[in-house]
């Protein structure tokens, strides 16, 4: 017999690998003796009949049962681990509920968490043809270093686009929300909605239940009213009334009902009661029409993202080539933005995307998911730390041959039922705090059990959580010495106690990090929130007067003046402290014609300073006893940049008008700390233009609101208006900000809560292993301090640790976060210290409560049972 | 068919294992079904063939003594048990039977 009688290796290996053990043997042995008689003819042959007949065996009858687990685990089996699973948590009831409550508390967190995450991330997802709508954004060049971007873009450039821009489809015009008031029957209601081009009802997904998407603002006298608007304007039977019927708008005009839609729902950015036809606004406002003014949000559509960005890099500089020479040229461009994204990514800084509401997202699914790893690492701990209990179980099961396979499968099956356990009563505990969490985040989310994500959602979630939980005592334990572990001796593993050690860091590190997190968000919430912004907002209120009557105005004013509980009226062109009305045309003595700058416009009357409580800094107020109308107040921010000593007396002009300026006044804060202080320019020039009225009342706000609202309705009896704080405003501006504040400090608190239950279960352990030890020291003579100082120490010198790491991590991370504001407070050390002190003191409160028990037992006890 | 039910291949292998008596494994089953009946056996289709007769009960299987030839792996010899005989024999039954009803005229295919 040659050397090579042997048959082809490597198709034997397949067979031997697929074929059923009962007939491998004789099957190979056929083949072998085939291959044999064979050989005598050709080798070459008896080779590929032998992959011949190997392929030919590979068939159902010959194949092993490739069940998963089948040789190792059946049904049996499985009940068993379940009934032994059942019985260890009923025994250890202590232990288990410390298991369930952390991994409870981490997963109905995490799932309200992940309800708002979802809620966010679907915003403005409906629009069946979203992802094709782009939106125009405006930067304007404010001084070397600030660009402030704005959505209202001017007019014709949304002309142009529709005529000279081939890849656009269709363009939108959407005004900002405005006050109208509506009438259909007797009463008035003031209303705010926007005036849009007739594309936009096709652009974006606000289906009409009544009326023609197409035609429904073709006419200039259209209305188009949501249901809610036309169920209180013509009752239940709107649907057959509604369509036709005349409004009175603004008690001026009658225009008529073309369509009704669907209320925006709260997924929607996009917000009004009613549509009208840009062009009837546009008819009334024709500075609308000139390059330099923005005015409207251009939305358009386009098919791919590469012809956006076509448009995009066109219609970069069309602003400027189109004002070459005028009066008013501004350094500005236009950026291409895409619409579904902006409700996230809203923050520009220096002309780009920079975060938005995105960033509140991140940091609240970051801190979700940090909640569930510690409630694993609790179960991990716990369940390794208990392990000796379960030694014997262990042992007999291997030599009764389970193997280390089946083992792991024990202890991932025991961890996969605590953890559905768990999501189920978590799934309960987050429905039932849904309410609570909804006026928490001033939202209305609920859990949407009828579709299959949610279910998806959960299962995977206690999936992965079971296997997260139960990956490394399936690993411990399984790898358990025999002999040893029916000895009952196990040999303590060193590599266990580090693991169990470096994770309880990591619980606590996570912890500290999330505590420091909490107390600079809050630090810099307080600071944005009490920082001096230049006016004294108590008692300062702002009244919004939907009227056409301005010549009304002066009387209105004397007339609340008379009231004793009302200090100082001034009429603005807009709220001071959320202003952005702005003119590229200021020109100064020195003005470097190359630069353009964007300066704000406030257009106010004479008692502006004083109404408000700023201060002036340099020269003088408006005054009565002058002629007041060709002079200004710039504030500190324009001085800079005219860059003059004293800029009093020095000439300035805007808007063609040649005047000097008076004074300069302290800076003021005219939005949010997200955005640095603008340059501005006050006029009392044209007190026609004023839509707000502020009104700084004496001590007793009750009386005074009362004196406004009656001069308000005898002087303006047809028309509606509201006030609001200006403190209030200014809270409502950070709103988002007071949410994840709040959020945040929850989570820190729940994320320290999960890790002292685990703590406390350790160190109940501790206490339970180290009995005896206490019972002798005590006979000794030792106090119950010292021993608590003892035992305590294994794991505050844990917790210490975990403070030195987490703190150079939360300094860079908390660093990031501040540099999102512009006013910003500083990074102090005593943040670091509290947390740290924080973290240790309430760790060291779960320790020692049982570690106290075991102290002062009677020692006795512990030394008699053996 | 009865309670045995049987394909045709199965009945070859059966009457083929009976032939052999002593020495019927899976080279000499196949062989001889190679050189009797002319046609190609892989040893796939037989092993299958095998595997389900005895599953049905009309085979049983016993190892023999290992040898060098068939790299140490031992033999597997079937033999055909009693279940395995009245199969056949009701398959040649219902031969029968229906041969018998054959009218004579059927097959005489002088007019053809």
């Known amino acids: 017999m040659s050397l090579q009688s042997t048959p082809p290796k490597i198709p034997l290996r397949f067979l031997r690998w697929f074929c059923h053990p009962d007939l491998l043997e004789d099957v190979e042995g056929d083949l072998a003796e085939l291959f044999d008689s064979r050989l005598e ?34 049904y049996a089996m499985i009940s068993n681990f379940l009934k032994i699973a059942r019985r260890n948590a ?52 404010q001084s070397e270093s600030a660009v402030v971007t704005t959505e209202s873009i001017p007019k014709p450039a949304a002309d142009l686009m529709a005529a000279e821009y081939p890849e656009v489809d269709e363009i939108a015009l959407v005004s900002w929300r405005m006050d109208r008031t509506l009438g259909a029957g007797d009463d008035n209601v003031t209303l705010e909605g926007r005036f849009v081009s007739p594309e936009f009802l096709n652009m974006f997904t606000f289906p009409l239940i009544i009326g023609d998407k197409n035609t429904a603002l073709n006419d200039l006298g259209a209305i188009v009213i949501s249901k809610s608007t036309a169920l209180s304007q013509f009752g239940e039977d709107w649907p057959s009334t509604a369509l036709g019927a005349s409004i009175r708008l603004d008690n001026q005009y009658e225009v008529k009902v073309t369509g009704v839609f669907e209320d925006p729902g709260s997924n929607s950015s996009l917000d009004f009661d009613w549509l009208m036809p840009a062009d009837q606004f546009i008819n009334n406002n024709q500075w609308m029409n ?46 291409v933005h895409k619409f579904q994204d902006y409700y996230l990514y809203s923050n520009f800084d220096n002309g780009a995307v920079n975060g938005g509401r995105i960033d509140y997202i991140r940091i609240l699914t970051v801190v979700a998911i940090f909640i569930l790893v510690i409630a694993c690492i609790n179960f991990m701990n716990l369940t390794t730390a208990r392990s000796e209990r379960r030694t014997k179980e262990v042992g007999i099961r291997k030599v009764m041959g389970a193997q280390r396979f089946s083992l792991s499968i024990q202890f991932f099956l025991e961890a996969i039922v605590f953890s559905t356990f768990a999501t189920l009563v978590a799934v309960v505990v987050a429905h039932l705090l849904l309410p609570f969490f909804n006026h928490l ?59 169990r050690r470096g994770l309880v860091i990591f619980q606590f590190g996570i912890s500290t990090f999330l505590i420091i997190g909490t107390l600079v968000i809050s630090q810099q919430l307080r600071y944005m929130l009490n920082k001096d912004i230049g006016l004294d907002k108590e008692n300062l209120l702002a009244l919004r007067i939907a009227t056409e009557e301005t010549e009304k105005l002066d009387a209105y004013k004397t007339e609340l003046l008379k009231s004793t509980h009302i200090k100082s009226v001034s009429r603005n062109s807009g709220n001071p402290i959320s202003y952005g009305r702005s003119t590229s045309s200021a020109n100064w003595e020195g003005k470097d014609p190359n630069t353009g700058y964007e300066v704000n416009v406030m257009i106010t009357d004479v008692d502006f300073i004083e109404t408000m409580g700023m201060e002036m800094l340099k020269g003088r107020g408006f005054d009565n006893q002058f002629n007041d109308s060709t002079n200004f107040i710039i504030n500190q921010v324009a001085a800079d940049i ?24 302290k800076n003021f804060h005219m939005l949010d700390m997200h955005e640095a202080i603008a340059p501005l320019i006050i006029t009392c020039i044209d007190p026609s233009q004023s839509f707000v009225v502020m009104v700084r009342t004496e ?19 047809e028309t509606n208006y509201e006030y609001e704080f200006v403190d ?60 608590v100082f003892l035992l305590s120490r294994e794991y505050a ?35 670091f210290i509290y947390a740290g002190l924080i973290s240790i003191v309430v760790g060291a409160c779960a320790i020692s409560i049982k570690l106290y028990n075991a102290a002062v037992s009677n020692p006795v006890k512990s030394l008699r049972q053996e | 068919m009865g309670k045995y039910s049987i394909g045709e291949f199965e009945e070859v292998v059966l009457l083929t294992v009976a032939i052999l008596y002593e020495n019927a494994y899976g080279i000499t089953i196949k062989e001889d079904i190679e050189t009797r009946l002319k046609r190609k056996v892989s040893v796939g289709a037989m092993r299958t063939a095998l595997n389900r007769l005895e599953k049905k009960g009309f085979l049983k299987s016993e190892f023999g003594e290992a040898t060098a030839v068939r790299g140490g792996k031992r033999k597997r010899y079937f033999k055909v048990t009693k279940s395995g005989k009245e199969a056949l024999e009701e398959v040649m039954e219902a031969r029968k039977q229906l041969w018998d009803a054959i009218p004579a005229v059927a097959f005489d295919f002088k007019f053809g």
């Open chain 1, 728 to 787: 209030t405003i200014l809270e409502d501006s950070y709103q988002v900000e007071i949410m994840v504040n709040t959020l945040v400090n929850i989570l820190a608190g729940i994320s320290i809560f999960i890790s002292c239950l685990g703590l406390f279960g350790l160190s109940s352990y501790t206490a339970e292993q180290r009995s005896k030890e206490v019972g002798i020291r005590k006979v000794q003579g030792a106090r119950v301090s010292q021993i």
């Open chain 1, 699 to 717: 001590e007793d706000i009750v009386q005074a609101i009362e004196a406004i609202d009656d001069v308000t309705k005898a002087t303006f009896p």
């Open chain 1, 90 to 141: 009923l025994r250890y009831k202590g232990n288990t509920i410390l298991n369930l409550l952390g991994l409870i508390i981490g997963i109905s967190s995490s799932l309200l968490i992940t309800l708002l995450v979802y809620d966010e991330v679907s915003v403005d997802k409906f629009h069946t043809n979203g992802n094709q709508i782009y939106q125009l954004f405006r930067n304007m060049r």
């Open chain 1, 642 to 665: 005219m860059g003059f000593d004293d800029p009093i007396g020095k000439d300035l002009s805007f808007w063609g008008i040649n005047g000097e300026i008076i004074g300069v006044v």
């Open chain 1, 797 to 831: 010198k844990l917790i210490v640790i975990a403070c030195i790491i987490a703190i150079p991590f939360a300094y860079y991370v908390m660093q990031d976060y501040l540099s999102n504001f512009v006013y910003r407070t500083l990074l102090k050390p005593d943040v």
């Open chain 1, 441 to 499: 985040i001033e939202k209305n989310l609920f859990i949407p059990f009828g579709e299959p994500i949610t279910w998806i959602f959960l299962i995977g979630t206690a999936v992965i959580v079971g296997l997260l939980s139960g990956s490394y005592p399936a690993l411990l334990l399984s790898a358990m010495n025999i002999i040893q572990s029916l000895k009952g001796k196990v040999k303590k593993s060193v590599s266990a106690l580090f693991m």
């Open chain 1, 41 to 74: 003819k050709s080798r070459f042959k008896a080779k590929m009949l032998f992959v011949l007949d190997v392929l030919l065996l590979f068939r159902i009858g010959i194949i092993k049962n490739f069940k998963p687990f089948n040789s190792v685990i059946n």
């Open chain 1, 290 to 335: 000139d390059w330099g003014n923005g005015s409207f949000r251009v939305y358009f559509t386009t098919e791919t993202p590469e012809k956006a960005k076509a448009v995009g890099d066109r219609i970069l500089d069309e602003i400027t080539n189109h004002t070459v020479g005028a009066d008013n040229a501004g350094m500005e461009q236009l950026i």
